[in-house]
């Protein structure tokens, strides 16, 4: 018997842990994935996540700590550790102070700063981060 994606109606073969042709997670994936890490997400939720933080970092400051947010809610509700699903609990109003700081920074620092910086959104994004259940 054949299986189907619910959200496209595109056949899946017996293996199948995401559709692949829209990404849709196959019911039953935690008993597929024995417990695994994986994620979900499809391309068209990337592009379209993708715009809307472009589109906010164009807003100064609070755009980008609004950006952040938003695209890590995404990437954490699509991904699984140990078959767990994550959630991201961080807001916009807990890293704008941070953003602000290291905005001045890097415009003193004429750059410079600017290299530390993802890897200050990366700590933050990883701080608020928790299991959904």
Request: net charge positive.
């Amino acid at each position: 018997m054949a299986n189907f994606c619910t959200k496209c109606g595109a056949e899946l073969n017996d293996e199948a842990v995401v559709c692949p042709s829209c990404g849709t997670a196959v019911k039953g994936i935690k008993q597929k994935m024995n417990s695994g890490s994986y994620f979900d997400g499809g391309v068209l939720g990337w592009i379209g996540h993708s715009i809307l933080f472009v589109l906010l970092c164009l807003i100064p400051f609070v755009g980008i700590a609004f950006a952040i947010c938003n695209m890590g809610k995404w990437i954490a509700s699509h991904t699984y550790v140990d078959g767990r699903r994550l959630k991201f609990v961080g807001s916009a109003s807990s890293l704008i102070g941070s953003v602000i700081i290291w905005e001045i920074l890097t415009i003193i620092t004429l750059t410079i700063y600017g290299w530390w910086v993802p890897v200050k959104i990366c700590k933050w994004v990883a701080s608020n981060l928790t299991f959904a259940d």
